[in-house]
Nanobody, 126 residues
Framework: VQLQASGGGLVQPGGSLRLSCAAS????????MGWFRQAPGKERELVAA????????YYSDSVKGRFTISRDNAKNTVYLQMNSLKPEDTAVYYC????????????????????WGQGTLVTVSS
């Protein structure tokens, strides 16, 4: 599976953006997916993840209630809807696919992922 993230840009505080991650290949629906971000000088962190089936999701405390992860397996795409954006959300955002197929749990650790897309920059600033 090859991953291509898009949708980043400059947005004012309080604004919204939707990131997309398009996957090639016919097995996209078999993998859990995650959105990570890395701000300058900081470690990469997982902000949201979704089970392969789309039935379960995970959010970090820093984005819970503001971000929504979803997937459309028919379109081989995973989304990250980001609302009420804050300057501290500024980072390069990456999508990633899990190592395991049909993982029974939501992949919530960085080590659960081994397939990364290129990043898309999100800048929240007035």
């Amino acid at each position: 599976v090859q991953l291509q993230a898009s949708g980043g840009g400059l947005v004012q505080p309080g604004g919204s953006l939707r990131l997309s991650c398009a996957a090639s290949g016919s097995t996209f629906s078999h993998y859990g997916m995650g959105w990570f971000r890395q701000a300058p000088g900081k470690e990469r962190e997982l902000v949201a993840a979704i089970k392969w089936s789309g039935t379960s999701t995970y959010y970090s405390d820093s984005v819970k209630g503001r971000f929504t992860i979803s997937r459309d397996n028919a379109k081989n795409t995973v989304y990250l809807q980001m609302n009420s954006l804050k300057p501290e959300d500024t980072a390069v955002y990456y999508c990633a696919a899990s190592k395991k197929l049909f993982q029974s749990s939501i992949p919530t650790n960085g080590g659960d992922y081994n397939n990364w897309g290129q990043g898309t920059l999100v800048t929240v600033s007035s």
